[in-house]
């Protein structure tokens, strides 16, 4: 993990350059637990303009884009979001990415 730790007097703070770290991985689409908070996931991972076929969990899931742009599919309605924007996709409910996804994505499990 390229994080550093930043001391906050008796306090250590995980330190995290988020593009760098979806630079590492090894494929798109294949992402990192950067950290745990509780049974939440915070991860962080690379799109490369490919699509990702349809998913369903039993969590919801936060989808942050850091950098570049997010084209989701939540049945039949097409959502893009944007870099700085986050969108939550309730427990239960299908969806899928279409192709021109491209740049960093932070996951949040919850």
Known sequence: MLGV???LG???VPFFNLNAEAET??????SRVMERFGSA???VLRMDGTSYPNEVHDYAEGLLVIDGELR???????VTVSRGELYVVPAG??????AGSAG???I???
């Open 25 to 30: 991985l090894p494929r798109a689409w294949s």
């Open 41 to 43: 996931n915070f991860k």
């Open 10 to 12: 008796e306090a250590s």
């Open 104 to 106: 960093t994505l932070v």
């Open 72 to 78: 989701l599919r939540i049945g039949d309605e097409a």
């Open 5 to 7: 730790s930043l001391s």
């Open 108 to 110: 949040l499990d919850v």
């Open 93 to 98: 409910v299908p969806h899928s990415v279409d």
